[in-house]
């Protein structure tokens, strides 16, 4: 028997793709559904659900815990993991870096540093209410140390590596800074900043889940326009230049997008590990490198590993809600070095 053709195989391929996306897709309902039941709360499951469709079923403090708690942290694990992961995917392709991930670059502790400035200092942003003045400062601090980076490494004239060596500089640097500005808070003010650095969606409203998700679905557009650029890419760049891909162009312009993504979703929620990028190493495995699924597989992947981490930090030790940059990282460690094996055993 004659093996199918290969236009029969590409999409049989495809197809297998689709569901693999689709699965993912149900699972992080599932997921959403799970995080939204979880909590301090005596709250069951059904009981949620049925509140979801049917709010007059719940009684007023009810209705608080679910819409105005529970919903919009379980919507912002979706909105930042998204983030992530999808910046990640990209940021190893164009940067051709495994290790790579939105963090590369010490957007985290960019992040961190504007948001310990707004915290130790207190500054009086004109116009702004004082609720907007630390996430203001991260998005900005972030922004500021990316834009640094992106200028040496073009001033110096190296490539995708030189970016990463230049961003691991920058992370040391701004870890000094923050531990410099944790000797000169006093004890209330530590507080909030160690609460920071280690990652929580507790401060998640409305507002903010309407703006990282906006993002986060703008930033996917802007990456599925050059997603066959991506693929081609992953051949490397001699071969992808040969047909027509403008590398440097590309690069940097990926760079620029996923800094303005991921500074964005880390202004909220503070220090979040892994994420960006574990998540786009379990969607390689499944989809593979053709960036038309690897990319929304990707978000996927990152969305649904931020809400399972979401679901671990509330359940953990019951009555108590652990920072859930903690959990991605315990989790995320032995899931990278699973992954590190798998690579190097099937090699």
Known sequence: MSAPPLALQYRRQNQRRLLLI?????????????????????????????????????SQGEQVIVFDVRLPYALMALAVGGALGLGGAQMQTVLNNPLASPFTLGLAAAATLGASIGIVLQPQLPGLPTLATVPLLAFACALLVTSLTLLLARWHGGGGQTLVLFGIAMLFALEALVWLMQFLADANTLDQLVFWSMGSLNRANWWHVGLVSAAALLGLLAAMRHAWALTLLRGGEAHAASLGVQVESLRWRVMVEVSLLSALALCFVGTIGFVGLVGPHIARLLVGEQHRFLLPASMLAGALMLSLASIASKAIVPGLVIPIGIVTALVGVPVFMALLLRQRSSA
């Open 22 to 58: 689709v699965l993912l897709l149900a699972g992080l309902l599932l997921s959403l559904c799970a995080d939204i039941a979880t909590g301090p709360a005596d709250l069951g499951l059904m009981q949620v659900l049925q509140g979801l469709m049917w709010p007059e079923t719940l």
